[in-house]
């Protein structure tokens, strides 16, 4: 079955360090996302792809980046790790104006 | 600016029974809006879209309504099961800004036996 997995699930990291979430699905899906969900907060996108080499800053970009060399995968880097980016990070994919899937999410811990 | 907020923040309701959630939005020009539900730990899962055109939808035990005039809908959970306790999130779709997504904070919600 097509499917759109997330690793790590857990991470915990230290302030500074880089950080790389991978996310990749299955379904051929030409757009894919990144969210971050924090309590009281709806899903905040935080950048998007379109495609391959496709990439978008959503509302919430600073002190993230993504890359798309490829349909299946857009993995999310924080550059330099910050407190206030502890969060649960959501992936997921879609056709056009289509349903999103979404992954089972990584929940991020910088300490 | 394109919101969507939704009521009550949170609900607790018993076994069997009915609920409404509600979901206010200013998001224009409006494209479509989801209603979504997510189990805790998990990504959201798609209940119900709905178009400009649309009044009433309805999946299961689920049924989404729309006014557009008035930019609100609801989501009405009927016979509540204890495995209906979950966060419903309205999603509204913009037609600017390449169909960007416009995300509520979620109604949750936990059913007691």
Redesign the interface.
Known sequence: DAEITQSPRHKITETGRQVTLACHQTWNHNNMFW?RQDL??????IHYS?GVQDT?KGEVSDGYSVSRSNTEDLPLTLESAASSQTSVY?C?SSVG?G???????TRLTVV | KNQVEQSPQSLIILEGKNCTLQCNYTVSPFSNLRWYKQDTGRGPVSLTIMTFSENTKSNGRYTATLDADTKQSSLHITASQLSDSASYICVVTSLDSNYQLIWGAGTKLIIKP
Request: cysteine-free; charged content about 5%; aromatic content about 26%.
């Open positions: 969210y009281g907060h709806g899903l905040r996108l379109y978008n959501f997921a104006q349903q999103a899937f979404f992954g089972q999410g």
